[in-house]
């Protein structure tokens, strides 16, 4: 349940669940969406209307009838196959799997809870498949968990494709010294987008978060329901508000946990993250005073600063047949330990074996951010994850534009900010933004948003300003370190149960430790 921060391509660098807006370029764009005033055919009700340019009325199309197989306890699974483009007559198609939980209580089952982890690129099924493990006791008696993989990601066909090694494009250093070395990163930037073209084509434009929006009606409708609700964490969050504002009478409730802020451009999100980020770090630093075995008695902060240094003038070994540490392994080692304190003994260890010039520690997490399986091949998370974030808003088009922006990384977060510079991929993405949706959640009803104090990924303040855009949206406030607030917060799960379960929706902002 994260955002993604791909250090060299993605729309800024530092990874996270997806510090990219949904489709809210502010950007000009050539891409537009036909609107239509013809209803959708609907086997529970026709939705849909237009949004500013984005059109939500759908036309004809034939609800898919879904076959549900038993696939594990309390699961079923099944695929639901959803129009390419939703607006041409044209016969291809994406195949998007999904997997429920089914209620434990059916006698007093009150729907069809849908879920998504965030990313965005990242497939959705293991929420139902770990639903028990997730979820409280209320939610799983009283509804089917119902998760799928959004088109472009995990199981989905087709799938976005780009390339099968990430370390020649992701394990390069983002702040290079020389003008050779930038035309180089440059360079391998344009062969990305070049690789995701040839092997994703006419895919690529399809992925945006507008268009996922569509296939959760499409799933709603396919399940038989008026209204449903949703529960979404991370960049789900994005995905439900635009769904909320798309589709706002389909609405019965929905909670954003790890909420960022919906109407905030490319650039906007990334500057949000790169604060968060440096304030997660900052966090770690002063743990670690007189407690860390990587500052070994001395300040965790100048120890920690030197270390950087050190490892952007040398070369430390990491594993046979591996690259060389370096400031982008580095970084995006020191994000992945950010998403929770859990992590954070690791980090300690791996920044203490790099200071004795062994970066092995430091590639390991870097790998986990990734995905990279045992074998060395990756899942397409971040391939997804670049399709939908440069779909969704580029950012900056043009390596002036980026240069320009990375400045204001680095006064926004003096020591992470370098991180997220260098994002060139958008530059060269072979398809246009989707046009711009100004998120409100308008008619839509209450809308529960959480907000963790110290979330790195989606800040504090963006959920904040997720909550304030939206029409009548509810802010839970959570005290805490980490991604998301769910999970870790009793107060939130009650809070939750009763607005999910018993529509209790409370009178005003509420604060959870």
Request: hydrophobic content about 35%; proline content about 6%; glycine content about 10%.
């Amino acid at each position: 349940m994260r955002v993604r921060h791909p250090a060299i391509l993605a729309v800024a660098t530092l990874l996270l669940l997806g510090a990219c807006s949904s489709g809210n370029s502010t950007s000009p764009s050539s891409s537009t969406v036909e609107e239509t005033s013809t209803s959708a055919q609907s086997g529970s009700g026709a939705s849909g209307s237009t949004v500013g340019s984005v059109s939500t009325t759908l036309p004809p199309i034939t609800v898919p009838q879904l076959a549900w197989r038993s696939c594990g306890e309390a699961l079923e699974c099944s695929t639901i196959v959803a129009p390419l483009d939703y607006f041409t007559s044209g016969n291809e198609s994406v195949s998007l799997p999904m997997t429920r939980h089914l209620a434990r209580d059916q006698k007093r089952r009150i729907g069809s809870l849908l879920v998504n982890p965030g990313g965005p690129g990242f497939g959705g099924r293991y929420l139902a498949e770990s639903a028990a493990a997730i979820f409280s006791k209320e939610i799983l008696d009283r509804f089917d968990i119902v998760a799928w993989d959004p088109r472009g990601t995990g199981g989905s066909l087709p799938a976005i494709d780009c390339i099968d090694n990430y370390d020649p494009y992701f394990a390069i250093d983002p702040q290079p010294d020389t003008a050779e070395e930038k035309q180089s990163n440059i360079a391998l930037a344009k062969q990305f987008a070049d690789a995701c073209n040839e092997r994703s084509g006419a895919l690529l434009a399809h992925v945006s978060t507008q268009d996922s929006a569509r296939d959760m009606d499409l799933i709603r409708r396919a399940l038989g329901e008026e209204k449903i609700s949703y529960f979404g964490f991370s960049y789900g969050s994005e995905l439900g508000a635009t769904w909320a504002t798309m589709f706002p009478n389909t609405v019965r409730a929905a909670v954003f946990d790890g909420a960022a802020d919906p109407n905030a451009s490319a650039s906007q999100g990334m500057i949000d993250q790169a604060k968060g980020f440096e304030i997660a770090l900052n966090a770690f630093l002063a743990d670690c005073v007189n407690k860390c075995a990587f500052a070994d008695g001395a300040d965790p902060g100048k120890v920690f600063d030197d270390l950087i240094a050190q490892i952007d003038a040398n070369s430390y070994p990491t594993q046979p047949g591996r690259p060389s540490l370096n400031l982008g392994i580095t970084y995006t080692a020191i994000a992945d330990a950010m998403y929770a304190t859990e992590l954070w003994p690791v980090l300690d260890d791996a920044l203490a074996a790099a200071r004795q010039g062994d970066g092995s520690g430091l590639l390991k997490l870097n790998d986990d951010y990734y995905h990279r399986n045992a074998d060395g091949t990756y899942t397409n998370d971040l391939e997804a994850f670049l399709a939908i974030s440069c779909v969704d808003d580029r950012g900056p088009t043009t390596v002036e534009g980026v240069d320009a922006f990375n400045a204001q990384l680095e006064a926004a977060a003096p020591r992470l900010g370098t991180s997220f510079e260098s994002g060139y991929g958008c530059v060269f993405w072979p398809v246009d933004s989707a046009p711009n949706l100004v998120v409100t959640g308008k008619a839509a009803g209450p809308i529960l948003v959480i907000g963790t104090t110290n979330d790195p990924a989606t800040p504090f303040e963006s959920s904040q300003r997720m909550a304030r855009s939206l029409e009548k949206g509810i802010f839970v406030k959570v005290t805490g370190d980490g991604h998301t607030g769910y999970t870790r917060s009793d107060c939130v799960k009650k809070l939750v149960d009763k607005y999910l379960v018993k529509g209790e929706v409370p009178d005003g902002d509420v604060e959870c430790d």
